[in-house]
């Protein structure tokens, strides 16, 4: 009997032992899987003591071992039936588990199923409303669709606008457009003043000048709506501002840089690219563009944007998506909207109500004198240096303006800080 005892009790062991491997090893999945495997374990070596009436655990007789291996299977086919969780893919998922540890296997198991792009003739999920997919891409920033717009408006003319980015504003320098107020009709009188002739009321000129340079008038501002009393002088001169529609700086960066000397010359002095404006509005307009700043005033934005959109096309200069669209939002509020001309009676036209349509021409200004002497008025204005007449908004200065001196026209041309 211990000779028997002895010789069993390795084979009690090696069995105990690996039943605490696979009640381990199903413990991973759960205690429904533990006692699963456990079950499996115990089936089998209850067949293997049927065929040899010796267990892994010891010796036994085969109709006990049979019993016992019927009783396993049996439980097995019970624990199968009724642990939650079991399915083809996997073991059964045990109480034990967290519930934090349960929610990101279930999440991570429906991830893929909720991100699945499905075909685009399968029928939308009845669990689920089908969304509308989101714009990507050029779709996305497209403006929305348009009405048609008549030939010759300036709503059609923004269709041929090239549309670019920004280029870099390296390089640009206002000495790039030529000097500031150009004679470029040669009519003996600067732009800055040919403007303020055209956009003012009640315009005086100063004596001797040919009716150029102007000394009062009166200025419906287009961009607040508001009427200034302009006279000219050292702290009043810069209430009234010459604005470049479209700014000198915002061309260079859109395609002014590409064009030669003399065109950007002209732009810089063409009577369709300028107004006279309010100088703290001028001020804060900078060099923006339509997407970025408009008029105050809201009746006046059509033809503010609609002069944009003709200079633009005159002289090749392309917008970017955002100005685009800014264009066709304020147009389409005036659709009808002719594209201004490019001479100064059209782009005078639409600025105020009474505005002259048509100018005197203006003769020739008298040669200056070879040596340059100073003919000013008398006047006790006076001005250091060229930047000094340029900040109090005077320049160019003219022979017989206040503050004019030789030492201003160093070309003896009766022009000085041209």
């Not at 396993?72 to 073991?91: F, H």
């Not at 029928?123 to 669709?145: F, L, N, Q, V």
């Not at 070879?370 to 340029?390: H, K, L, M, P, Q």
Request: hydrophobic fraction near 40%.
């Amino acid at each position: 009997m211990p000779a028997s005892r002895s010789r069993r009790r390795p084979a009690f062991w090696v069995g105990l032992v690996g039943l605490g491997v696979a009640a381990l090893l199903g413990a991973t999945s759960g205690w429904s899987g533990a006692l699963g495997l456990a079950l499996v374990y115990l089936a089998l070596s209850a067949g293997w003591g049927v065929l040899t009436t010796r267990t892994w655990w010891g010796p036994m007789p085969r109709g006990r071992a049979a019993a016992t291996g019927g009783g396993a299977l049996v439980a097995l086919v019970l624990v199968a039936a009724t642990a939650p969780g079991l399915d083809a893919g996997g073991p059964a998922t045990g109480g034990s588990r967290s519930p934090a540890a349960t929610t990101e296997s279930t999440v991570e198991a429906s991830a893929p199923a909720e991100t699945a792009e499905l075909p685009e003739d399968a029928a939308p999920r009845p669990t689920k409303e089908a969304a509308p997919k989101a714009p990507t891409g050029d779709a996305a920033t497209k403006a929305p669709k348009q009405p048609a717009a008549a030939k010759g408006t300036a709503l059609a003319a923004v269709a041929t606008l090239e549309v670019k980015g920004r280029a870099p504003k390296t390089g640009y320098d206002r000495e790039e457009f030529g000097p500031a107020w150009a004679d470029v009709d040669r009519n003996g009188c600067d732009t800055r003043n040919d403007v303020l002739r055209r956009d003012l009321d009640d315009v005086t000129t100063r004596a001797g000048t040919h009716g150029c340079v102007v000394l009062t008038g009166t200025f419906d501002d287009p961009f607040s709506g508001s009427t200034i009393g302009f006279e000219r002088g050292q702290a009043t001169s810069s209430l009234v501002q010459i604005d470049h529609l479209v700014a000198l700086s915002d061309a260079w960066q859109k395609g002014a840089q590409q064009l030669d000397a003399e065109e950007r010359r002209l732009l810089a002095n063409d009577p369709l690219n300028l107004m006279a404006a309010d100088g703290s509005l001028n001020a804060s307009k900078g060099d923006a563009d339509a997407a970025t700043w408009l008029p105050p005033h809201k009746a006046f934005r059509c033809t503010y944007v609609a002069r944009q959109v003709a200079v633009k096309h005159t002289y090749d200069l392309w917008v970017t998506r955002a100005e685009r669209d800014a264009m066709r939002r304020v147009l389409s509020a005036c659709p009808d909207k002719k594209l201004p001309g490019g001479d100064v009676t059209e782009a005078a036209a639409p600025l105020l109500p009474g505005t002259a349509t048509t100018q005197e021409p203006q003769p020739t200004r008298e040669p200056a004198p070879a040596d340059g002497t100073d003919t000013g008025s008398g006047d006790s204005t006076s001005y250091e240096n060229c930047d000094a007449v340029r900040a109090a908004g005077a320049a160019p200065v003219h022979r017989g303006d206040p503050g004019y001196g030789g030492h201003l026209d160093r070309d003896g041309d009766g022009v000085g800080c041209e």
